[in-house]
């Protein structure tokens, strides 16, 4: 079972370049998340999706984009790179009660030089 | 202002001993409450949860506790194994429906063969 599948595990980017962080799923979740977790920090969620073509902010939106065409990817978007980026990306799936615990993928270390 | 709260950043414990990971939060309206472990270079994955409506739940080693007038809870992990050598995330929210998770910073727990 692959689950939830982030490419790439790691990631280094100038400052203003533009990547995508990939994540798909086969476990046909509804709800899809992206969180990023700082040193010493909790989880943050960035965005996330209820559906195919449903996308909503979460904590921390700025700097980020999202797109759902499919139930299967939820691709994270940087635009304009900036040190505060800095991070490791998680995205996870799950459904849609509190009781339905979340499945995440294995992350995505990003450094922005 | 931290709503999740997970104050000790490192437990160490002799394997076969307990271990008690604590966990507090502040918004008196979160509901639900989950325990994820996270191993290095891997995802969050689901360890146990409760709801507001019970005090105790247990599932093999692992137990939580919840007291709500002190927002308050605990993870207990009986017998404690170097293999639960972990991160330990609390996460709450106050939705039975949707996923709105608040995490806390998380503790480093060690279990010492």
């Known amino acids: 079972n692959a689950g939830v599948t982030q490419t790439p595990k790691f990631r280094i980017l100038k400052i203003g370049q533009s990547m995508t962080l990939q994540c798909t799923q086969d476990m046909n979740h509804n709800y899809m998340y992206w969180y990023r977790q700082d040193p010493g920090m909790g989880l943050k969620l960035i965005y996330y999706?209820?559906?195919?073509?449903?996308?909503d902010k979460g904590e921390v939106p700025n700097g980020y984009n999202v797109s759902r065409s499919t139930t299967e990817d939820f691709p994270l978007r940087l635009e304009l790179a900036a040190p505060s980026q800095t991070s490791v990306y998680f995205c996870?799936?799950?459904?849609?009660?509190?009781?339905?615990?979340?499945?995440f993928g294995d992350g995505t270390r990003l450094s922005i030089l | 202002d931290q709503q999740v709260k997970q104050n000790s950043p490192s437990l160490s414990v002799q394997e076969g001993r307990i271990s008690i990971l604590n966990c507090d939060y502040t918004?008196?309206?979160?509901?639900?409450f989950l325990w994820y472990k996270k191993y290095p270079a891997e995802g969050p994955t689901f360890l146990i949860s409760i709801s507001s409506i019970k005090d105790k739940n247990e599932d093999g080693r692992f137990t939580v506790f919840l007291n709500k007038s002190a927002k308050h809870l605990s993870l207990h992990i009986v017998p404690s194994q170097p293999g639960d050598s972990a991160v330990y995330f609390c996460a709450a929210t106050p939705d039975n429906y949707g996923q709105n998770f608040v995490f806390g910073p998380g503790t480093r727990l060690s279990v010492l063969p």
């Open positions: 996870a799936g799950g459904g849609a009660y509190s009781n339905q615990p979340q499945h």
């Open positions: 918004n008196s309206m979160f509901d639900y």
């Open positions: 999706s209820v559906g195919a073509g449903i996308t």
